[in-house]
């Protein structure tokens, strides 16, 4: 009855605050989140070494300072779905799991900080969160409070479990407004037109409105089938996604997964360079106690994260599809450009590619004197071009060449 209560109350004091504008992720985030990888183990009795615990993120933390992934730019280390404890405290505050975080999340988010990072976390609009753990629903300004309390810079915020389609849209809206008044800098990561997309149609400039980024699709998987999933699914709606993305709001085609088990060489090559034109979040889901020296300078590769990062903001889109190549381009600052060519063939070897200069975006700024770098799979430096230029590319099955164009 008091949980009733206390949530008609929240839904009534809904204030008509228009927008987000809260002045963060003026570039897409970058950093590291559990669940593709770590999902919900929490037996830390028979996987002490993999279970979601308190260890686990300070291992992670120590990992990325140490290992250059902080300097490359990933700072955001994110904690997702199953921490929780099962029940709220005595003031209906969450708290974490006391057996696998024994000190608590603002003991994490110390930690974090010490060492120059920023700590996520994960909460759901609905009743419950995905894994069954206590939701938001009727605490959104109670649990923004509790993040800001405990110094939390990111909250991804899932939508299991949420009731009606008004009170999705009203949830994703109350959970902006509470962290906006909190005065804590907190980066919001919504999952809103994934599950508002199943009943509705997304206004996506709302969405951009309250949402430092939003999950579009479903949950990535660890396999090339999946990454498919994602470039097809992002390209196919791309009239609509583009235009919505820029500093500040951004589409999330879900983790990264490379370094892990389902990609070959050629398939890390391809998200790395894809999820650099969509400028998507770079959060990468890993073991970065465990991962190869290849997958490692993939990720942490300036020349690629540069194109992520550009400061105009712009999201890639798919140019043109032919022959089972597919080339996508994504406009950045100064007039120049990335494109990337992928061989969708799946069977033989490497195939050329002809790209012409006339198919490329008519803002690329060099007229007589084009400067082109290819830096995936490898880097080589082309030279110089004039206003016609064309280049043959070898581009090896589900594989991808990713240039620059300055
Ligand atoms: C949903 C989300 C995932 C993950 C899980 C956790 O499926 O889309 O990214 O957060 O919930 O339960």
Redesign the pocket.
């Known amino acids: 009855m008091l949980w009733l209560i206390v949530s008609a109350v929240a839904v009534l004091c809904l204030p008509p605050v228009p927008a987000l504008n809260n002045g963060l992720a003026r570039t897409p985030p970058m950093g590291w989140l559990h669940?593709e990888r770590f999902t919900?183990e929490t037996d830390c009795v028979r996987n002490p070494t993999t279970c979601i615990s308190e260890q686990l993120f300070m291992q992670m933390a120590d990992m990325m300072v140490s290992n250059g992934w902080l300097q490359a730019g990933y700072k955001y280390l994110c904690i997702?779905?199953c921490w929780l404890a099962a029940q709220r405290d005595e003031n209906y505050r969450l708290q974490a799991d006391p057996d696998r975080f024994p000190g608590g999340i603002k003991k994490l988010a110390d930690y974090v900080h010490a060492r120059g990072l920023l700590l996520g976390i994960?909460q759901d609009v609905g009743k419950q969160?995905?894994?069954g753990y206590p939701g938001s629903q009727g605490f959104y300004d109670v649990d923004a409070q509790t993040f800001a309390d405990w110094g939390v810079d990111l909250l991804?915020f899932?939508g299991?479990n949420y009731g009606t389609l008004e009170q999705l849209e009203d949830g994703y809206r109350h959970m902006s407004i509470a962290l906006n008044r909190t005065g804590r800098n907190i980066v919001y990561s919504c999952?809103w037109p994934f599950y508002a997309r199943r009943l509705t149609k997304v206004n996506y400039t709302e969405v951009a409105e309250y949402c430092n980024s939003w999950?579009n699709f479903d949950?990535i998987q660890d396999s090339w089938a999946s990454v498919k999933y994602l470039m097809d699914f992002t390209a196919s709606l791309q009239d609509e996604l583009v235009d919505a993305a820029g500093p500040g709001g951004w589409n999330d085609p879900?983790m990264l997964v490379i370094g892990n088990f389902g990609l070959s060489w050629e398939q890390e090559v391809t998200q790395m360079a894809l999820w650099s034109i969509m400028a998507a979040p770079l959060l990468m889901s890993n073991d970065l106690r465990d991962i190869n020296p290849r997958s490692k300078a993939l990720l942490q590769n300036q020349e690629v994260i540069a194109i992520n990062q550009d400061p105009l903001g712009a999201q890639g889109y798919r140019l043109l599809q032919v022959i089972d190549f597919e080339v996508w381009e994504k406009p950045l600052a100064g007039g120049s450009l990335a494109v990337s060519v992928t061989n969708r063939q799946e069977i033989g070897g490497a195939r050329q590619f002809i790209l012409l200069r006339g198919i490329l975006w008519k803002g690329l700024a060099c007229k007589d004197k084009c400067y082109l770098t290819q830096l995936l799979p490898t880097r080589h430096d082309y030279g110089g071009f004039n206003a016609t230029f064309f280049i043959q590319l070898s581009v090896n099955p589900s594989g991808t060449v990713l240039l620059r164009v300055d």
């Open positions: 669940w919900c997702d779905d994960y969160t995905c894994a991804k899932d299991c999952e999950r949950d879900d």
